[in-house]
């Protein structure tokens, strides 16, 4: 399988620029390296170790023999064959002279976990027996012919890896029993079995041993499950399976162990003896072991049965073009969570894995962790077929880049954000069939994490196989701090933000088909979205949290105007509304096409981007550091990395990260807020503090951050060495508390520093959760947007303007817009502070009304600038009002939306457009403290509108 992909066009540089004030880590990744020049070894199936293994007549018989030989610069080519062992190189390469282990000139190449099985003999009909003397207990995997069997089990299989063939639960089922009046056997008769269930709300899958069987009744008597709450506990209806004694072995490909006498059991295919067939069973878990080693590549080798290993301290290793199939198994998974840290692993720092295929395992096909390990261009797929909380994908590091992959079909999630990562890139990936097996699942999933500004960007996210609740993007209760943009989901229940939620930027994504909604559910801290924003979205709606607790503006919920939609292109049509019907959001939009940037994942006539993997012309993506304004600030901002990474201990200096896990506890109950991590204070006046860079001067924050102090000393968040005086606001309450400070930097100020401290009392005291952005209330009670999805309660009424509403009729973006329908019709908000930016707003005009007086106003109420509708003046064009003199544009009016736009960046003017046309640039204000819309005229009524206004 072979996607089709395309780069994103580069950021602008200014954005580059903002994230290397941020971050100095801009990482490319080579798709290959120059090595010096060094000695050759050979390898073959023919060889000996006893050889020299320096020319194809003399190669070494193991690959291990040459890893103890090769050193900095040395390549180590392998003739093709299998190889039966685990390799663990002796030696690192340098930078400049890595150490090369690769298939020869295009050889099919194989590292097998596998031992061959062999001296088969009749046990009863087809069944045969020959003796193996290894077993891997709940790993054991045995293979005919290069495909995996089944161990004996009931139902028999008939299905596939990931849609396997199950029994149903009957009435009567509970913690530790099973009904079921279809059961074979007599009593006893599945005593020592391992049961496979999705019991309850099927959310995850765990076994136990069944310990007696009733025939007369059919009841099974089982173990404790790993869970035993009430979404875990079995019923009627819910899917298992049995497996694992001799007396399931009745069809072809099932196999059985007998640890106790170490024989194999085995119906080969077909039936008959297994002498004329290969027969593996799994031996060994790893092919490569990388674990210490640095400098390392390994290229052009298939390995199966096994998987490649990396610790901590790996580092600067490449896996390029490998086939690596079954690379992980267990049948479990119980309280001892056999399905975790399965698959390759990519440990320690600047490792790459790309231009792979990676499939089946029964959990994790890859998993990311240590600092900026790569997952490039490859096709991940086929796992979790003992579906746990992993995905086939697991990301547990720091500034990994996830980039140009396809990955599907999974029993649980594709995507899985591990507590303790942070900035990760996740890109171009093309992600799809997740959920065959459980429910209430997203294909990207992560619950309690602090994603540390992580960005989901340019994916394609589509057709979740759940039966129930199957999101496309998913960030569960507790997740803060991602950036999900320009990405599209189909054929799934759309964007999942539960409470508490912070700091999740949602912009420019399309997700229609389906459900196409956005939607929130949380059981404590029920209100917490603080500082998230929804912004240029192409969505069918929000549910009622997302309506009420975050920033929403600039979304289409209308139809779109799709390209093709049943073809899944989503790209826009000319006529579509989504087209410069959005606003700029810094280091999202830039390179927009037309007057505004467009809502959605595509802008029309921009980048035609596409997703996946594609081995014929292998990318070359680049891992950068987020940059858009609007994202928190705060590094290391909830303590997740179980350290102060970021921050300096102060005063005392007693401050440490207090590791408890507020999952599953009352709002109050922990001493961290969320997630797993906060900060502890004791002894006396203690603190922490980090100075953040790359803010603007003269700009508004708002820093936040939740305090607890359970023994009734004070703590406080504060601000200082902005270019103003020390700002700070204390708590001295015993349950977790918000608060907040505002504050604006200084003409020649970008940086800030934000503290947590206690400042009363020798008892302990507890932070978290902090967080830094602009500040979206500087404009007093109205938002830097407002489409009026709230109504019209962050404005106030022209006194004797009449009595204003809203809309749901006709409007720019969202459900509402403000609807001006009487004689005499007027909003305005008057601000206590003047203003050098950007105000753009959306007017309806009805362009066949030739007695119409309504106008948007931006400016200090005494100078008037002002663009209007005038017909007075001109019934055919658009108007300016500069002081009292009212003048015709060379805009023509047409019925339906348009964009009005002031511009006082420039401090010596505003530059007032109408549809991205200039048409007065008046001097003699530079600033304004109020905007005003509607009708201010007797007489001339008729019915117009205006939406989304924003100030930028």
């Not at 390898?43 to 890893?67: M, Y």
């Not at 279809?182 to 136990?208: D, E, H, K, R, V």
């Not at 005291?765 to 830097?784: C, F, H």
């Not at 106030?796 to 973006?813: D, L, M, Q, R």
Request: aromatic fraction near 10%.
């Amino acid at each position: 399988m072979n996607s089709i992909q395309s780069k994103w066009k580069n950021r602008l540089i200014k954005c580059v620029l903002s994230a290397l004030l941020i971050s100095p880590m801009v990482t490319a990744v080579p798709i290959s390296e120059v090595h010096a020049a060094g000695t050759t070894y050979y390898v073959a199936t023919n060889g000996s170790d006893s050889n020299n293994g320096t020319s194809l007549s003399t190669p070494f018989l193991t690959i291990q023999k040459a890893a103890l030989a090769a050193q900095a610069g040395d390549t180590v080519n392998i003739r093709g064959g299998t190889y039966r062992e685990t390799v663990t190189p002796a030696n690192s390469g340098t930078t400049g002279n890595k150490i090369t282990y690769q298939n020869y000139s295009g050889e099919t190449v194989i590292v097998s976990g596998n031992d061959v099985v062999s001296g088969w003999t009749v046990d009863a009909g087809n069944i045969y027996k020959a003796p193996m003397n290894w077993t891997l207990g709940s790993g054991n995997q045995v293979f005919v012919n290069g495909v995996m069997m089944d161990e004996a089990r009931w139902p028999n299989q008939t299905g596939t890896l990931l849609q396997p063939t199950r029994a149903s639960m009957q009435s009567g089922s509970d913690l530790t029993h099973i009904v079921d009046t279809n059961l074979p056997g007599t009593t006893g008769f599945w005593n020592g079995a391992t049961l496979w269930t999705t019991s309850g709300s099927g959310w995850i899958a765990m076994t136990s041993t069944i310990t007696a069987f009733d025939a007369t009744t059919k009841k099974l008597t089982f173990g404790a499950l790993k869970s035993t709450g009430a979404s875990y506990v079995p019923a009627s209806g819910n899917k298992y399976y049995l497996s694992g004694i001799k007396g399931a072995l009745d069809v072809e490909k099932e196999w059985w162990y007998d640890s106790a006498n170490a024989m194999l059991y085995l119906w080969a295919p077909g039936g008959g003896s297994p002498s004329s067939q290969t027969v593996e069973a799994k031996k060994r878990t790893t092919a490569f072991d990388l674990s210490g080693k640095g400098f390392v590549d390994i290229k052009g080798i298939q390995t199966i049965a096994s998987t490649i290993q990396m610790d901590g301290s790996t580092n600067d290793c490449l896996l390029q073009g490998l086939v690596s199939t079954y690379i992980s198994h267990n049948k479990l998974n119980t309280t001892a969570n056999e399905q975790t840290n399965l698959g390759i692993i990519l440990d320690g720092t600047n490792n790459v894995i790309r231009d792979s295929e990676l499939a089946y395992s029964s959990g994790s096909l890859v998993t990311v962790k240590g600092t900026s390990n790569h997952v490039i261009n490859s096709y991940i797929h086929d796992g979790g077929y003992v579906p746990d909380w992993e995905g086939l994908v697991n990301l547990k590091g720091l500034n990994s880049l996830i980039s140009h992959n396809t990955v599907s079909d999974s029993g649980r999630v594709t995507i899985y954000f591990y507590a303790g990562m942070s900035a990760n890139d996740i890109q171009y990936n093309n992600v799809y069939n997740a959920g065959w097996l459980t429910n209430d699942l997203g294909m990207l999933y992560g619950p309690n994490t602090d994603g540390g500004n992580t960005e989901i960007h340019h994916n394609w996210v589509h057709d979740a196989k759940s039966a129930s609740l199957g999101m496309g993007i998913y960030l569960d209760n507790y997740t803060n701090n991602f950036i999900i943009h320009h990405n599209v989901t189909w054929n799934n229940a759309g964007l999942q933000l539960n409470i508490p939620s912070e700091y999740n930027l949602v912009y420019n994504n399309t997700s229609w088909t389906n459900a196409g909604t956005v939607q929130a559910w949380g059981n404590i801290f029920t209100t917490d979205m603080y500082g998230d924003r929804i912004f240029n979205n192409i969505v069918k709606g929000y549910d009622a949290e997302t309506t009420a607790y975050t920033t929403i503006g600039s979304n289409l919920t209308t139809t779109p105007g799709f390209v093709n939609e049943a073809a899944r292109d989503y790209q826009l049509l000319s006529t579509s509304a989504a087209r410069d019907a959005g606003i700029i959001i810094p280091c999202i939009t830039d390179g927009y096409v037309g007057s505004a940037p467009d809502i959605g994942a595509y802008e029309y006539g921009g980048t035609n981007w596409t997703a996946g993997h594609n081995f014929a012309a292998p990318p070359s993506p680049t891992y950068a550091t987020p940059s858009t304004p609007t994202m928190n600030r705060v590094s290391n901002a909830g303590f997740e990395l179980g350290n102060l990474s970021g921050w300096v201990a102060t005063d005392a200096g007693n401050a440490v990260a207090y590791n408890e896990n507020h999952w599953g506890l009352a709002a109050n109950a922990g001493h961290s807020r969320s997630q797993l991590y906060g900060v502890k204070f004791s002894g006396g006046v203690d603190g922490v503090e980090q100075t953040i860079s790359g803010l603007q001067p003269n700009t508004s924050y708002v820093a936040g951050g939740w305090l607890r102090t359970p023994g009734g000393e004070t703590a406080a968040l504060g601000v200082k060495n902005y270019g103003g005086s020390d700002v700070s606001t204390p708590s001295n309450s015993a349950t977790w508390t918000f608060v907040k400070v505002t504050f604006t930097t200084g003409a020649a100020n970008t940086s800030a520093t934000i503290y947590f401290k206690k400042t009363s009392g020798s008892g302990e005291a507890y932070a978290d959760d902090a967080g830094l952005i602009p500040d979206s209330t500087v404009y007093q009670s109205m938002y830097a947007f407002d489409g009026f999805e709230g109504g019209l309660g962050n404005w106030v009424v022209v006194p004797g303007k009449g009595t204003p509403t809203t809309s749901t009729t006709v409007k720019h973006s969202g459900s509402n817009s403000y609807i001006v329908n009487e004689d005499m019709d007027a909003i305005q908000q008057n601000f206590s502070s003047s203003y050098n930016k950007v105000v753009t707003m959306w007017f309806y005009d009805n362009a066949s009304v030739t007695n119409m007086q309504v106008a948007g106003f931006v400016d200090d109420n005494v100078t008037i600038r002002g663009i209007e509708v005038n017909t007075p003046t001109s019934t055919t064009k658009y108007a300016v009002r500069l002081g009292g003199t009212h003048s015709a544009t060379t805009v023509t009016r047409t019925t339906g939306w348009h964009e009005f736009k002031w511009d006082y960046t420039s401090g010596t003017k505003v530059d007032m457009y109408i549809d991205g046309v200039l048409v007065s640039s008046p001097t003699g204000l530079t600033n304004f403290k109020r905007i005003s819309i509607g009708d201010l005229w007797s007489g001339n009524t008729n019915t117009s509108y205006f939406d989304d206004i924003s100030i930028q």
